[in-house]
């Protein structure tokens, strides 16, 4: 079992950036397609973006496309999301999601953090 810490995130304007890192225990984090979900109060939880084991794919809801990025680094534990062009849409509890047994983390087979929450102000 992977144990996740995320952090990066805070309270910006529209239009800013914030970059949500997720930094992972254990040795098989490549083992991992990470990803990363948002939750906005009174809503369910849902998919932003996710990365194969290697880095190689990449998947973005459609409401960050562009303007969202994701990535890893296998040799410190960490998965990022770099967020730019922020709006008061995005403003959520994120969450960083580990899944050995799917290319895309599921929500019902993924180790969790605990949240970072986005407040993004008009």
């Known amino acids: 079992q992977v144990q996740l810490v995320e952090s990066g995130g805070g309270l910006v304007q529209a239009g800013g950036s914030l970059r949500l890192s997720c930094a992972a225990s254990g040795r098989t984090f490549s083992r991992y397609a990470m990803g990363w979900f948002r939750q906005a109060p009174g809503k369910g939880r849902e998919f932003v973006a996710a990365?194969?084991?290697?880095?190689?794919?990449?998947y973005y809801a459609d409401s960050v496309k562009g303007r969202f990025t994701i990535s890893r680094d296998n040799a410190k534990n960490t998965v990022y999301l770099q967020m730019n062009s922020l709006i008061p849409e995005d403003t959520a509890v994120y969450y960083c999601?580990?899944?050995?047994?799917?290319?895309?983390?599921?929500?019902?087979?993924?180790?969790w953090g605990q949240g970072t929450q986005v407040t993004v102000s008009s």
């Open positions: 999601a580990a899944d050995r047994s799917s290319v895309v983390p599921r929500i019902a087979s993924s180790s």
């Open positions: 990365v194969s084991w290697t880095g190689g794919s990449t």
